[in-house]
């Protein structure tokens, strides 16, 4: 039963905001509930605002402001670590339907809202030969305020950088509902501190992204592809830090034994399941140099025990292997539900974190199935349970700890792109030490005094 | 004549901090007062603190703390937008004996000290093989700390970007004396706020640096460098914007021809005198791709009236071509002081930027000598002075002032690369907005609410 003061909010709501915007009926607010985390704790929102523009997410924003109820910004909902599971009682701000790109291509820059999909910027900037490239492997259904919201990476950040590399300005909806301008369409700029540096990966806690201004560069050339299975997990990981010591390869993959064959069950592309890992390297450098590139790549596999190098430069056979890997999550979710990690090291220590994650999936008597972007120190162990069997729960859940401890036991971070959410904010202060986590709660309180941005969220709903 | 809270602070120093590393003496002080923006307001400040290490700086930020006393750290002093500023009985902490610089080739990083130079930084990476791309005109006389203080650019930038591109993590001592460790050696970490990032380009004034994680990247290939000598600015301009549309060079500045004579006094090295505009490409692409892109500027520049066109692949002349450019605010400071301008605009406007300064100059009856990272649309107007004539001062300062306006009214910024320091502040609020100001203050405030950071740096002293 809605008490006083949520009839208040919801009747404020839609008196201010545009029809159709606003939704409260029970049926309709559970697909807001959760992102692609499944967080099991998701709450049940007062109402679900689909925001067309600025103004509404102001107004939605000011009333939540004067009556004390959260906001729980969302993009499109694929968020791994919850940042957009609801809160009880507090509102979704949904931001689907801000989806406008413009290309600027004598800026080489793009505006776009913040509901528009990765996919969608990346096809309007090459109609005019200009290229986004960060490349979350959820790219067809992520959005770019997510992208935004969590500082995103992917597959071609080991030569491109992430999200924050491209975001030259964001308008931001603060918390008290004025929008404000940070940065804008200069590709140097240094008046005033980096505030659009620190928008960008604070998982609406600071405020909701509505507008931004994107770098774009020009189109990316055609990569060749290399495809290289080893028996065993060291022999691939040696040959990661060989290559990225040699050269910055447009790409650098990593799968494991589980991974694989999850991939094959589901897509029936003749990979060798007997394997115990699999790299997918690319350069993109001109054909001269990414020949010479392909070729010492591999040279270092076949130094590290690979029992099969395979190169192509045919960009649909290229693209078919990499999408194998965008699918390695889909498919080992057909294995059962999963418990997404994104553990980073240093480079030097990837072996080490592949190893450790092994004695912690052996001693929880858990799968834990390894996926990486491991030329950046990156990896997804997708931990696979069977969320009716507590007890396995259970065991999951002590495992996905686990990982994560020892990550930070690497020097690594508990996060390398997805974003702390609410399913990695118990461990943030542990990660962070005393100091930086005070520092980082001194920053929220300064720009949300109520505690009213996405509660709960990166830091514990006070 | 000091008074009792000045000789407890200096007393204190010296009993907290090694031998030898306060200075006291008003002639010793000399040198710390100004850098090289020869702020006219400069003071003299109580002590001097040769810091050899942070647990130094975190000694003279408690004692400061504790007595309410402001603080102004320096680098090499090679600042020119005042930010190092001395002022009246604040404490200068130099960070010029804190130098170290250990690469370590297999996570491809630097962890650095603030004082190291730019140039060492390079240097200590090319031993590995390895490139630390950022490089201001000043990189043999700037330190790294400084160019993280004010997100140094430079030359490689239109390809490369800017500093904060390559700062992975950061030691900060804050104002209240601790010392916090952010980011580290990861190529992605998003957990927690992106306060990195938020102190890169701060400007000393939410706390002091005192050690860097800096990425590094494989050497860059020998670039090819072109020379095209334009009879009108308009053609140089209209040559930019159409190399920019068509690829990336690795570098693409422009100089006019005020700046072509002024280099011309001092270096003799045969440039045309009589040209309005000069650009200097690069491209660093491998031999192929870099023929093919330069001819394709041949013809760009062609095409918009170059009358000679240069190009090389000689390193040692292509450097020599290079260095032509580096040394034009020293070749134009031999004709006056200087009031040097850092405004940038978006690339399509950058035409009329310079129009207007030519406009302003000839108005305010001063010489403004136009050199510009051009491919950024990031311009540094020279704005030539007698200091010691008054009324030729009045109108250069008014001057100043008003090519800011106009990057302004042109959406442009006021500081591309220089940092906001102590001469621009009073433009802050104008170019920023109300809104903008208020959430940069906000975090100052969180951040440093005693407000003795780099008082008046940025932010007006309260």
Known sequence: MPDARDAQVISALIAELPEGTVITDL????????????????????????????????????????????????????????????????????????????????????????????AEVKAA????????????????????????????????????????DYVLGLTVVLADGRAVKLGGP???????????????????????????????????RTPTTLVAVFPTVDGAIRSVVDVKAAMRPSMLEFMDRATINAVED???????????????????????VATAQIEEIERICEQHGATEVYATSDPDEGEALIEA???????????????????????????????????IAERRGVEIA????????????????????????ERADAAFGEVMDLAIGLGGTITGEHGVGRLKQPWLA????????????????????QGILNPGAIFADS
């Open 27 to 118: 049926d309709s607010l559970q697909a807001y509930r959760r992102d692609r985390a499944e967080d099991p704790d998701a709450g049940v929102p007062l109402a679900v605002v689909r925001a067309t523009c600025t103004e509404d997410v102001q107004v939605v924003v000011r009333i939540a402001a004067r009556e004390g109820v959260g906001i729980v910004p969302r993009g499109a909902g694929s968020g791994l670590s919850g940042g957009s599971s609801a809160v009880d009682g507090a509102i979704v701000v949904s931001l689907e339907r801000m989806r406008e790109i413009v290309v600027d291509p004598s800026l080489q820059m793009a505006v776009v809202q913040p509901g528009a999909f990765n």
């Open 325 to 359: 890997r965008r699918q390695a999550i889909p498919a080992v979710e057909r294995r059962g539900a999963l418990l997404l990690e994104d553990v980073g090291v240093p480079l030097p220590r990837l072996g080490d974190l592949i190893d450790g994650m092994r004695a």
């Open 125 to 164: 900037a090459s109609e005019h030969g200009l290229w986004y490239p960060p490349d979350p492997s959820s790219q067809e259904f992520c959005s770019i305020g997510g992208n935004i919201a969590t500082n995103a990476g992917g597959l071609c950040c080991v030569k491109y950088g992430v999200t924050t």
């Open 430 to 449: 542990d990660y962070l030490g005393g100091d930086a986590m005070e520092l980082n709660l001194r920053i929220k309180r300064a720009l949300d005094p």
């Open 266 to 288: 589901m897509m029936r592309m003749d990979l060798d399941r007997t394997a115990a890992a699999m790299l997918i390297v690319q350069s993109d450098e001109p054909s001269e």
């Open 370 to 393: 390894v996926v990486a972007h491991a030329g950046d120190g990156n990896t997804h162990p997708l931990i696979v349970l069977d969320p009716t069997d507590a007890a396995q729960r």
């Open 186 to 220: 200069r590709l140097k700029d240094v008046a005033g501190l980096s505030l659009t540096k620190l928008f960008v990966g604070s998982e609406g806690t600071l405020g909701i992204v509505t507008e931004a201004v994107l770098r774009l560069v020009p189109a990316q």
